[in-house]
């Protein structure tokens, strides 16, 4: 879609973002003075530092993935939530305290703190920096997406202004997200999506929302009809001798039950689709044909404003509620579900066909779908596997929901946040603070994508945009004030993992890995470039990855770190016979299963390579059921292999 | 190198090693609790979405139910932590005695 930006949302949203890198600037600087900022002393009050763990953690994959998620495919988007918040049950249960005794900072310094040898050093810097990248990737997608509606960019724009934005902050201050900031981030953010609630649950549900003080488009649907009969449709059409409406059944068409309506030289695509009672509907769709020498036609017309030209229609709404009301008005927390689950919802499936001529034509055509089915699992086509008979969708999903539930605990920039504080018990209850912030957001993660699913303000063909399009339906100071909230989590999360990533490149593969003797100038000189270099791959991969929701990609990032990093910690931490060959091969086997389980899957075939995924070598795509107890047991393998001759004295 | 440091280690705090031990095997409890309601949760989503889809009360679906209860859980259960965890296991009687007559609690 092509995105109008307006001054004052433009306004807000500037000036809040140089707010807070101001902010973030002066306290950084104040920082560095003081006992170091990456512990921040040691000196933060647990609570804001329960709220900055909340800061850290809802990044933009959080906030813009889950709202999209939920918004186009409903319960399945809740899932994720659920997952990433229990994930930190494991980082407070089995992780946190034994590594703060360990008195370090990082993973890869509790493991280098025993056993001091290069091979994990080389292996945890490795897997630092591939799972930073990892993180990246959904970072600058997300960027792209929140830029797009503000400023009228495309996408490519967004990530390459995100991008050079950090990497200039990087290279030129050394920003550092310090505690306040992300405090601050993560209140503001709570506290927004409080209001973006209160005021989806105020608004109700509509079978005609308005966006912005605007009607939305109301798609025609034709039927139901006892079958499917050319001239029935031509009737209901309104079509005249000159009209021509043909079913579209040749070629890469084939099995899609589109048909092709040509009126007055201007084509438009309808989508035939037969309920469970045998009855027949003809549905009106948009569609967007891409060129072989690049124009864009969207239904029929050239992409752009103004005359002659033409754009996608917002889409998402209710199409039948209870008692076939109208509207609800103001509905409480339960009433909003419950009402959902008994009305009926459009939402929107698409088709990509190519064309033999190089045209590519996308159809969205819309599925009215009831709430029953849009409250409960596996609508995602990527969750469809759990409600088929066929295990290996079954298996995927187990795959996902364990990486999530491992994932977070092994994550390099999140345990980090656990030594700010002074001692265990001040560090237990920012756990519980930061548990507490960020279950009370997912939850309002749930309303917040069915307020925008039912909103008639999404883009048809970005679900990343939800969240901001939502708060633009209510209103556009809303918009620029979330926007610019979301916007600053991406640079401080993208900045954080920049310099997390220089740093392992510096430290842990230079310095203590290629034994490369530095001073502080050259240090700074080398973390600066492997800043850009880093910073240039993140705009790369943000680019590539446009079509990707960015949770699912986040999904990818929790399977690496999950695999790579996990085993390690807990048999470090629990299992005495751990040695470091064990440690060393269990990371790198780890990162090497998961990176290539994900390169061979069936989503990287089909949205990467442009390749069909029913090719792909790997049964289904999440790798972390097969990868992350592959990584355990390649510890105690190895581990037992190479154990001492002389066993020490046990402590 | 600032910006890029890891920064200068915390000094090690001192905890007696009951209270460490205690800490760690009611983690471990808790954490066995919590695995088994969100496994229970997965394997119920994998195997039977259709249960899921129950209304359990006020119109509510298990799904929805079950999901909030576990986000719910899990900020119950880190408070039971915090609190089960907020004084150390004293290891003399003269520590205790001479920090109840200061009027404060063992920390």
């Known amino acids: 879609m092509i995105y109008e930006p307006s001054l004052m949302a433009v306004l807000i949203f500037g000036g809040i973002v140089a707010i807070t890198l101001g902010l973030s600037f002066w306290l950084g600087a104040k920082a560095k003075s003081a006992k170091g900022y990456f512990a921040a002393g040691g000196g933060i009050h647990w609570f804001v530092n329960g709220v900055a763990f909340a800061g850290d953690y809802l990044s933009a994959a959080s906030f813009l993935g889950i709202c999209g998620m939920i918004a186009f495919y409903g319960y399945d988007g809740f899932l994720y939530s659920i997952g990433y918040l229990a994930g930190w049950i494991v ?5 946190a305290e034994p590594l703060k005794r360990m008195g370090r900072f990082t993973f890869a310094d509790a493991l280098d703190s025993k056993f001091q040898s290069r091979g994990i050093k080389l292996a945890a810097a490795i897997s630092t920096l591939v799972v930073s990248i990892f993180y990246l990737i959904p970072q ?8 797009t509606p503000l400023l009228g960019f495309p996408h490519y724009v967004g990530v390459l202004m995100v991008g050079t934005i950090v990497i200039l902050i990087v290279v030129t201050a050394g920003m550092v997200s310090t505690t306040y900031v992300q405090f601050l981030k993560g209140s503001l953010l709570v506290i927004f999506s409080t209001i973006l609630t209160f005021l989806i649950l105020q608004r109700g549900l509509s079978t005609a929302p308005e966006n912005d003080g605007q009607p939305t488009h109301q798609f025609q649907i034709i039927g139901p ?7 029935h449709w031509r009737s209901e059409l309104d079509l005249t001798e000159q009209d021509s409406l043909i079913p579209r059944n040749q070629g890469a068409w084939e099995g899609k039950g589109i048909l092709q309506l040509t009126r007055a030289d201007k084509i438009s695509y309808w989508k035939l689709t037969e309920n469970s009672d045998k009855q027949f509907f003809l549905s009106e769709t948009q569609y967007k044909q891409q060129n072989e020498n690049g124009s864009i036609i969207i239904n029929g017309l050239p992409q752009g404003t103004g005359e002659g030209k033409t754009d996608f229609y917002p889409v998402g709404r209710i199409s039948k509620l209870p008692g076939d009301e109208k509207e609800t008005g103001p509905l409480g927390l339960t009433e909003f579900l419950s009402t959902l689950r008994e009305s009926e919802i459009i ?21 009215p779908t009831s709430g029953k089915k849009v409250l409960s699992p596996g609508n995602h086509p990527k969750f469809a596997g759990i409600r088929s008979d066929e295990i290996w969708g079954k298996l995927n999903f187990l795959s ?3 990486a999530l539930f491992c994932g977070t605990a092994s994550l390099p920039h999140i345990l980090i946040r656990y030594y700010t504080v002074k001692d265990q018990a001040s560090a237990r209850k920012s756990t519980i603070v930061g548990i507490g912030t960020i279950g009370y957001f997912y939850i309002l993660t749930l309303f917040m994508g069915l307020g925008a699913m039912t909103s008639g303000a999404l883009d048809v063909t970005n679900s990343n945009m939800a969240a901001p399009l939502l708060a633009k339906s209510i209103g556009n100071w809303l918009f620029a004030i979330i926007s610019a909230i979301a916007f600053t989590t991406v640079l401080g999360t993208v900045s954080g993992l920049i310099i997390a990533s220089s740093g392992a490149v510096v430290h842990d593969l230079m310095s203590s890995f290629m034994k490369i003797e530095m001073n502080d100038f050259a240090k700074v000189r080398i973390a600066k470039i492997a800043s850009v270099v880093v910073g240039v791959i993140a705009i790369i991969l943000g680019i590539l990855f446009e079509k990707f929701n960015v949770n699912y990609l986040v999904g990818w990032a929790f399977s690496v770190a999950a ?9 470090l931490l629990f299992w005495p016979k751990t040695t470091k060959q064990g440690i060393t091969v269990a990371i790198f086997t780890g990162m090497i299963t998961s990176l290539g389980w994900i390169l061979l899957s069936a989503d990287s075939y089909k949205g990467i390579y442009g390749l069909d995924p029913e090719t792909a070598i790997v049964p289904f795509s999440q790798p972390g059921l097969v990868t992350i107890p592959l990584g355990f047991l390649t510890l105690i393998i190895v581990s037992l292999m190479t154990q001492p001759k002389s066993q020490g004295i046990e402590s | 190198m600032a910006g890029f440091d890891h920064g200068p280690n915390e000094p ?4 007696n090693l009951e209270t460490i031990s205690r800490n ?10 919590y695995l088994a309601l969100y496994g229970g949760f997965v394997f119920l989503n994998t195997f039977s979405p259709a249960t899921m889809e129950v209304v359990v009360f006020s119109g509510l679906n298990l799904a929805i139910a079950y999901g909030f209860t576990l986000i719910i859980a899990a900020f119950v259960l880190a408070m039971i932590y915090g609190w089960l965890c907020r004084n150390d296991v004293s290891s003399s009687t003269s520590e205790t005695s001479s920090a109840s007559e200061n009027g404060e609690t063992a920390q």
């Open chain 1, 140 to 147: 600058m997608v997300g960027a792209g997406a929140l830029i």
């Open chain 1, 91 to 95: 980082a407070l249960f089995v992780i």
């Open chain 1, 400 to 402: 996902l929901m364990l």
């Open chain 2, 24 to 33: 760690t095997r009611l983690g471990l409890k808790l954490f066995i609790v």
């Open chain 1, 347 to 367: 939402l929107w499936g698409s088709e990509t066909i190519k064309e033999k001529e190089g045209a590519i034509v996308t159809v969205y055509f819309p599925k």
């Open chain 1, 563 to 571: 695999s790579a990093n996990l085993p390690a910690l807990v048999m």
């Open chain 2, 12 to 15: 090690e705090e001192q905890e």
């Open chain 1, 225 to 231: 009809a006892a079958s499917n009969d050319l001239e």
